[in-house]
């Protein structure tokens, strides 16, 4: 069983396959987290990649990410198991009275195949509820996915919820969605903004590894 294969079936969005071979190449000893880098977190950086270059489109990639979601499925105990720490932990949701979710699920499996672990609140998420989850779970990143031009002005009324909580300045807090530009991110004072799922993971994972080697070189 080779980790090229389940790359190559997580690529062409074959969650079935991916499953069966996640499963084989456990049962011939490959170490877990090889399969998880080598063969799932990897084919995600070329379904990205291709993204990017419009080699693919949003179909194409959700299916691969549903792939790579069915292979980790069967990770995520082992990797707990055996002490793996994720990248960092992310809360992710849409904003109150919107309730669309294709693109906020997307990105959340794109983060999931960075290594992250992904806590969805879902679709018409109240605003303090973004707070609330992130200071349970003492998240790394908090998400906050609009796709009406109607609703963008929510995500405006969630970083003031951090503020008044006193944590704002304790989360790199990141908005998209169709409507959503780079100056309105901005404007409402978010940490960052990225125009599509791709870029988001890349963008995250960016953030994670470089708040790690602060937190290395600080001894925190």
């Not at 993204?51 to 990639?61: A, G, K, L, W």
């Not at 499996?109 to 806590?119: E, I, N, P, Q």
């Amino acid at each position: 069983m080779s980790i090229e294969a389940i790359s190559a079936a997580v690529e062409e969005g074959q969650a079935k396959i991916v499953k069966n071979l996640v499963n084989a190449a456990i049962e011939d000893g490959i170490p877990v987290t090889d399969i998880l880098n080598g063969g799932l977190i990897n084919a995600m950086g070329v379904v990205g990649e291709k993204f990017r270059q419009n080699e693919i489109f949003v179909p194409e990639m959700l299916i691969a990410a549903r792939a790579m979601s069915a292979g980790l499925g069967i990770l995520e105990p082992l990797l707990t198991s055996s002490g793996v720490l994720p990248t960092g932990t992310v809360v992710i949701g849409t904003v109150k009275g919107d309730l669309h979710n294709i693109g906020k699920n997307l990105v959340a499996m794109m983060l999931k195949g960075t290594g992250a672990t992904v806590y969805d609140l879902g679709i018409d998420v109240p605003d303090q509820r973004f707070v609330e989850k992130a200071e349970a779970i003492a998240a790394d990143i908090v998400c906050i996915s609009a796709l009406l031009t109607t609703t963008m002005p929510a995500m405006g009324d969630v970083i003031p919820e951090f503020e008044k909580a006193g944590v704002r300045e304790k989360y790199h807090i990141m908005v998209g969605g169709a409507p959503v530009t780079r100056a309105f991110a901005r404007a409402i004072g978010a940490d960052g903004y990225a125009p599509n799922a791709s870029e988001a993971a890349t963008t995250a994972k960016e953030y994670l590894l470089s708040s790690k080697s602060k937190n290395r070189k600080s001894g925190a």
